[in-house]
């Protein structure tokens, strides 16, 4: 399941800034690394944070159903028709630059995939609101970041009762495979129709309520933020200048 789960971890009682700042960090750094070793360390990085915040159970089967396919796509593409020269990998002659180059993209695809959904299951989107309306964020940009967060959960959740109203009324989803195609339009018309529904009474309800006002809103109740956290975002912020300078300076990483 992609979206917020509820806990006590680290992460989950950290400032939300802290664990998107933490992904968005690894995002970077995967970008300013050129090396498969390099990373694999912000994989295994990655796969530290989902721990610390205790989600790697559930961040690991979307990472892996997204992964998996972009892997086998690049080996292919990379490894065995990439350039010479070629060297044995079992039973396979692989390209020797083809093969890192696979490592790499994968390794950052990886990567990126598992902080953000380790970021997507830490940070609630009701801490969030709070924690930028108390840094006066635009209300605009902080309903665009938190409907985006929320925007998988809510499908989810109006599939499920659209599926289950639909069976209700005799719609069979087994068959042959024409027999399933023909069973997407009574789901996807509803799911689309009711999103759109959904759109529009919610621009009524915010504009009833004045958003557009541009006055600044007051936090009910900010998340601490602790010097530690903000001096450990400015140590990641620190670290991916670094990176990049190293990179553009001509440093092999």
Do not use: K, N
């Not at 789960?5 to 933490?22: E, F, I, K």
């Amino acid at each position: 399941m992609i979206g917020y789960r509820p806990g006590d971890s680290v992460l989950h009682r950290a400032h939300p800034y802290t664990p998107l700042a933490t992904a968005t960090a690894m995002l970077l750094a995967s970008f300013a690394l050129r090396s498969p070793a390099a990373i694999g360390w912000v994989v295994a990085a990655a796969l530290a944070f989902a721990v610390l915040g205790r989600v790697l159970g559930a961040v690991a089967r979307p990472a892996l159903s997204l992964a998996l396919p972009t892997w086998a796509l690049l080996l292919l593409l990379h490894g065995l028709l990439g350039p010479a020269p070629y060297r044995a990998v079992g039973f396979l002659d692989v390209s020797a630059a083809g093969l890192d180059r696979a490592l790499v993209l994968g390794g950052r695809i990886t990567a990126i995939l598992v902080a953000f959904l380790t970021a997507l299951a830490t940070v609630s989107p009701a801490r969030l609101v709070e924690a930028m309306t108390a840094r006066g964020v635009p209300f605009s940009r902080m309903y665009l970041l938190v409907s985006t967060l929320t925007l998988v959960p809510r499908l989810r959740a109006r599939a499920a009762q659209i599926l289950e109203a639909q069976q209700c009324r005799g719609l069979r989803l087994g068959g042959s495979p024409l027999a399933r195609v023909a069973a997407l339009g009574p789901l996807v018309l509803p799911l689309v129709l009711g999103s759109l529904m959904e759109v529009d009474e919610q621009v009524l309800a915010l504009d009833a309520r004045g958003v557009q006002s541009g006055a600044r809103r007051t936090a009910l109740d900010p998340p601490p933020d602790s010097a530690a956290e903000q001096a450990w975002r400015g140590a990641l912020a620190g670290i991916v200048i670094l990176l990049f300078t190293l990179r553009f300076t001509g440093v092999a990483l």
